[in-house]
């Protein structure tokens, strides 16, 4: 098993602004890609990447770009919400989101979000519009983002987190994410950022691309991200409205079978 553990003096690393975590497991094909985003932002970031062990080259890429990054490791970890949180907590910076290796930032996107959070200082997070980029065809449409409403956040999760950004102090207040969940943590979050601290802060441009192909936890785990969200909504809001039971037959087994064609 490969362990690489490399703490790096990143450019720009001068009172960071924003600590962004890229967790990431052989996704060598696009970590480059979200590396290069990250880099082209015209904010101070401190970049963390923690990479569960991979086995499929994305080794030499950290070690291309470690001139750019905080810290990198590789090594078999306790999954996606506990290398997030693991690697937040490394940094110092004001404001925390995290980019998963197969999505983008688009240019200026985080300094969008940041002026979001410095005219609504009472917001927890901000977070944007973002395109949801089909790796089969190559179109992009936009994903389903709506500005912030409790009612409609238990209808479905109208944030992507992609295009998020939250202020440390408040992922400090819940603790990060659940560890517990593998599929619907960052749904979990906004609701538990949203009790402990008020709304997000919603801006109407698009800031992010998360990526759809077959690789995808959604896409692999589909049932099992929607039992997730179910078990989210019933924690927070106390009931499952009936629109997932409705919808569920087209959003799990439907999809599955689209995507088998």
Known sequence: MLDIRLRCKQSGMTNPLVTVVVPSFNQAQYLEQALKSLTDQD?????????????DGSVGILQRYAPHLASWRSHKDDGQSAAINEGIALGSAPFVTWLNSDDLLLPGGLQRLIDALEAAPSAPAAYGRAWNHNEANGRRTPVWVEPFELRRLAQRCIVSQPATLIRRSAWQ???????????AMDYDLWWRLYHASGPLAFVPDYVAVNRDHPGTKTNTYRSQHYREAIAV???HAGRVPLKWWLLQPYAVWYKALRGMR
Request: hydrophobic content about 45%; proline content about 4%; glycine content about 14%.
């Open 43 to 55: 904010v101070p970031l401190e970049i963390f990447v923690m990479d569960g062990g991979s086995t």
């Open 173 to 183: 207040r819940v603790g990060g994410l659940d560890i517990s969940l593998r599929m």
């Open 233 to 235: 909504v019933r924690r």
